[in-house]
T-cell receptor, first 111, second 116 residues
Framework: QKEVEQNSGPLSVPEGAIASLNCTYS??????FFWYRQYSGKSPELIMS????GDKEDGRFTAQLNKASQYVSLLIRDSQPSDSATYLC???????????FGAGTILRVKS | DARVTQTPRHKVTEMGQEVTMRCQPI?????VFWYRQTMMQGLELLAY????????DSGMPKDRFSAEMPDATLATLKIQPSEPRDSAVYFC??????????????FGEGSRLTVL
């Protein structure tokens, strides 16, 4: 079992819709969770971090964390074609302070 | 404009040659990570430094890879000898390294390595 799992997609949504991206992790001791966005040919860029159960909102982005279910999600409201990218879920498993990435979900927003 | 700087951006070499990649982390950041990204494996952690000390290099093939931080402004990743399976994009990332936000990293633009 991989430490961080994501559906590879692609996830296709129409412009203006809500995109929902999901991630599960295996280490129950994990404390910190992150979403990175990576455009094709570019480097990953941090867009959200979440540390407590519940929701965290930042503009059109909402991160949701459920530690009991070992589940993290990212919602993108009013999706735009510029949101088309690969979204990487990353988890600090709580030991050694390293950051483990999922394989990423490709999001395509169609205008 | 603070950013992580990596060199070279692109490198094409022949099997068996030595490859050295360099990274200048953001001034004031005390953690440096080296990741390798391929289509098949995604982002794999190779090595991790905190305050220039290596903390985790378990993801790195020890027989051919080595990572060092000779000073706070320079991290290096060396492959000797290189093999075609080393072809990938190598990313360096740095962060402030506070306990909770260890995962808030800034990535360099990457070094694309092709080994023929």
């Amino acid at each position: 079992q991989k430490e961080v799992e994501q559906n590879s997609g692609p996830l296709s949504v129409p412009e203006g819709a809500i995109a929902s991206l999901n991630c599960t992790y295996s280490d129950r001791g994990s404390q910190s969770f992150f979403w990175y966005r990576q455009y094709s040919g570019k480097s990953p860029e941090l867009i959200m971090s979440i540390y407590s159960n519940g929701d965290k909102e930042d503009g059109r982005f909402t991160a949701q964390l459920n530690k009991a279910s070992q589940y993290v999600s990212l919602l993108i409201r009013d999706s735009q074609p510029s949101d088309s990218a690969t979204y990487l879920c990353a988890v600090n498993p709580g030991y050694g302070n390293k950051l483990v990435f999922g394989a990423g979900t490709i999001l395509r927003v169609k205008s | 404009d603070a950013r992580v700087t990596q060199t070279p951006r692109h490198k094409v070499t022949e099997m068996g040659q030595e490859v050295t990649m360099r990274c200048q982390p953001i001034l004031g950041h005390n953690t440096v990570f080296w990741y390798r990204q391929t289509m098949m494996q995604g982002l794999e952690l190779l090595a991790y430094f905190r305050n220039r000390a290596p903390l985790d290099d378990s993801g790195m093939p020890k027989d051919r890879f080595s990572a060092e931080m000779p000073d706070a402004t320079l991290a290096t990743l060396k492959i000797q000898p290189s093999e075609p399976r080393d072809s990938a994009v190598y990313f360096c990332a740095s962060g402030l390294g506070r306990t909770q936000n260890t995962g808030e990293l800034f990535f360099g633009e990457g070094s694309r390595l092709t080994v023929l």
